[in-house]
């Protein structure tokens, strides 16, 4: 899936927006040290233009290995057009149980923000980012291997057609398509080239590591678009509080 020709005569920008990395502490884990007390790792992405926010959990809790064109599997987890929702779903959340009374799931914190952009390279679409913050890759940033900048092959599963067992969502679980959309997969496992696809809450997908420098290789200004971003954009983006969501692992690269 991953394409190693640097001809840009074929690329397609299909979307741009902002993106953020966050993750979730395990339970009744308030001081996060490793990918052993994180309970989830989520890919945000924010369309120009538009007012829904897509937030993606990636499986592995890392994105997939560049250089060694690794391959993850996600899925949607909330498509929305409230911001302001989602911030709470990013907060500290809190459940009553029967053993062990009320636990306190901590409130996610940011590990990285900047742009992105949805590339149609041949007959695969790229997913895009630079990061604005951190500025410097800290070891936050280095265990769920966000590079300053990166591409991916990024492929959309069809929910029709089967999986190994104990592999991907449940049937209950996955999107269920409009008819146009079911109709883009054509019948095949994966349909490589519409963003929109994403739209639905339970679309899974493929990503496999492509590009440490999509800049240069798609010839895009996407470095000089995440230096102008501002480092506050997180917080009125997600509605995140600083007095809610620690900020070291975004600005120091710092578990927290």
Do not use: C
């Not at 809790?61 to 949607?76: A, M, N, T, V």
């Not at 291997?145 to 599963?157: Q, R, W, Y």
């Not at 800049?215 to 480092?231: F, W």
């Amino acid at each position: 899936m991953a394409d190693d020709s640097k001809n840009t005569d074929d690329i397609e920008v299909l979307e741009e927006g902002t993106i953020y990395f966050a993750f979730r502490p395990k339970v009744e884990t308030h001081d996060p040290s490793g990918l052993k007390d994180v309970e989830r790792f989520s890919m945000i992405l924010v369309p120009s233009g538009r007012k829904s926010v897509r937030m993606a959990i990636i499986g592995r809790k890392r994105l997939p290995e560049i250089d060694s064109h690794e391959r993850e599997w996600g899925f949607i987890e909330t498509v929305g057009k409230d911001p302001k929702k989602l911030g709470q779903d990013l907060a500290e959340q809190h459940q009553d149980t029967k053993t062990r009374g009320e636990r306190t799931y901590p409130a996610y914190r940011p590990a990285g923000q900047g742009v992105y952009a949805f590339v149609q390279k041949g007959r695969n679409m790229h997913l895009t980012y630079a990061l604005s913050d951190p500025e410097k890759p800290g070891e936050v940033q280095k265990a769920f291997n966000i590079a300053p900048e990166g591409s991916f092959a990024l492929s959309v599963k069809n929910p029709e057609k089967g999986q190994p067992r104990a592999a991907g969502l449940s049937d209950e679980d996955k999107a269920d398509y409009p008819k146009s959309k079911q109709e883009e997969f054509e019948g095949r496992r994966f349909a490589p080239t519409d963003p929109s696809l994403l739209d639905y809450e339970g679309a899974e997908f493929v990503m496999v590591g492509a590009r440490r420098d999509p800049e240069e290789d798609y010839d895009l200004d996407i470095e000089e678009k995440a230096d102008k971003m501002s480092d506050e954009r997180i917080f009125r983006h997600l509605h995140m509080a600083k007095t809610r969501n620690p900020v070291e692992p975004l600005f120091d690269g710092k578990w927290a």
